[in-house]
């Protein structure tokens, strides 16, 4: 096209919020009322609007421009496969790429198990959505479910984004269809030796969310011409927003001189909440004021509650459940804990150090990638109470170091984790795959 007009899809989130509830806002342009000039441009960037600290969200709409020498869209169809119920940290960031994609004119499939948070939450103009039965890893007839959407929409490539089945199965369906698949790893803990070649071989590329995971990989024998590395993401600017105090008071039933930190993380045993649950021990005498909350659920909850009872810290520990919120309640908090002992990266922690709060955590898999010892953070052995009481101690006594922390945080999640890139990674791996590109390590 020279010269012309053509149509463009983009997409304005805002959001608008009367009491607690989000309300969609609604906006209709007239083609030939909205013209704009792009010189050289491939696309009008996302626009985020934030008028007196809310963020408004609309959905897509068209509009007509006048482009000079316009580049093309990427011509691509992709299958994304996520078996999370729950919209947790990887299928957020699963909705953080779908959402960016289609920004960037890629035709999105998404399969998703029947009644599934992320499914419900995927507009029609981002993703078409196929739910299904995804029972875990013996569920053998989701390779025949995923074959037959292959085969019905015939995308460029298969993106499988988590374990429970997805993975492996999903990786033989696309074999089955001649479809090349990739493969995201969010977990750093170890697989059975037997089973790395025979199942990597399913995947052109396996993409680690980071340089630890992807160092996994490479320890465990996945060639390196076969990993890249690219970071989750975190939407820096919705957590930039100033603490409701009262609000958060009264959500969680706190004293008002209440000092709080928190957890956030699914009560499995992997995150370490015995780790925090023993520090709040020896931290309550010194600090009477400190309050714990666990933000999170999960198979471990009862015995959790059980511990905090023996330990006596039913008033100072609070099973806050989990929470779609965390841009309200992460703001209040005077530091975040996170005490894993193994963690691919962690996206509470990007959130944290987004909104400014520094952070403790485990010197373990992907977390110094997020948490930079000294910087935004403190880092302690995984595992180890005694270490962890001191490093929050010592942020709790020193607010001009939290502080410092907390805004090189800020400067850091910008700077080295923002959805943009996160996106162009992710689609900068797609057309190497294709046309055979080599895969790169993590930008350090």
């Known amino acids: ?13 805002f959001q608008v919020r009367h009491g607690k509830k989000p309300v969609r806002q609604d906006l209709n342009v007239n083609n030939n009322k909205l013209n704009l000039r792009l010189n050289n441009r491939r696309r009008a960037a996302p626009l985020h609007l934030h008028i007196q600290g809310n963020r408004y969200l609309l959905p897509d709409f068209s509009y007509s421009f006048i482009a000079e020498n316009p580049t093309p869209q990427p011509n691509m169809k992709v299958l994304h496969v996520e078996s999370g119920m729950h919209l947790y940290g990887g299928a957020r960031q699963v909705l ?38 995804m029972a875990g890893d013996l569920d053998l007839g989701v390779i025949f479910r995923l074959n037959t959407i292959i085969r019905r929409e015939r995308p460029d490539l298969v993106h499988l984004h988590s374990r429970r089945g997805a993975d ?33 071989r399913l995947f052109r590329r396996v993409i680690a969310i980071s340089e630890g995971i992807r160092q996994v990989l490479l320890d465990q024998g996945v ?15 919705l957590y930039a927003r100033r603490c409701e105090r009262a609000w958060f008071l009264h959500e969680f039933g706190l004293q008002a001189d209440a000092r709080v930190i928190a957890v956030v993380a699914q009560l499995i045993p992997r995150k370490g909440h015995r780790f925090a649950l023993e520090a709040m021990v020896q931290l309550a005498v010194q600090f009477p004021e400190l309050h714990l909350l ?10 959790i509650r059980s511990r905090i009872r023996s330990l006596g810290l039913e008033k100072r520990v609070t099973l806050a459940g989990f929470r779609d919120d965390l841009s309200k309640i992460l703001p209040c908090l005077e530091l975040l804990v996170h005490p894993a002992l193994i963690e691919g990266l962690g996206v509470a922690l990007l ?14 898999g992907g977390i110094p990638e997020a948490v930079r010892d000294g910087a935004n953070g403190l880092l302690v052995p995984p595992g180890e109470s005694a270490a962890l009481t001191r490093a929050i101690r010592q942020l709790l006594q020193n607010s001009d170091l939290a502080q410092r922390m907390g805004k090189s945080g800020i400067r850091l999640m910008k700077d080295e984790f923002s959805v943009d890139g996160m996106v162009e990674g992710n689609l900068a791996l797609y057309r190497s795959l294709l046309s055979k590109g080599p895969a790169v390590p993590c930008a350090s």
């Not at 666990?294 to 015995?303: I, T, V, Y």
């Not at 959130?351 to 373990?364: D, E, H, R």
């Open 1 to 13: 096209m020279s010269g012309g007009a053509e149509s463009l899809r983009i997409r304005l989130t």
């Open 351 to 364: 959130q944290a150090a987004s909104a400014g709060i520094p952070i403790v955590a485990s010197n373990t």
């Open 168 to 200: 492996l199965l999903g990786g033989i369906a696309a074999g089955l269809s001649g479809v090349p698949a990739v493969l995201t790893r969010r977990v750093d803990n170890l697989e059975p030796g037997f089973l790395v070649g025979p199942k990597y």
């Open 223 to 237: 060639p390196a011409d076969k990993v890249i590395c690219v970071r989750s993401a975190v939407d820096a600017d």
């Open 96 to 133: 953080y790429l779908l959402e960016g994609l289609a920004d960037r004119g890629v035709q999105n499939l998404l399969a998703v198990p029947t009644a599934g948070a992320l499914g419900a939450r995927v507009d029609a103009a981002t993703a078409r959505v196929y739910q299904m039965r």
């Open 294 to 303: 666990l933000l999170g659920k999960g198979p471990l909850e009862a015995e």
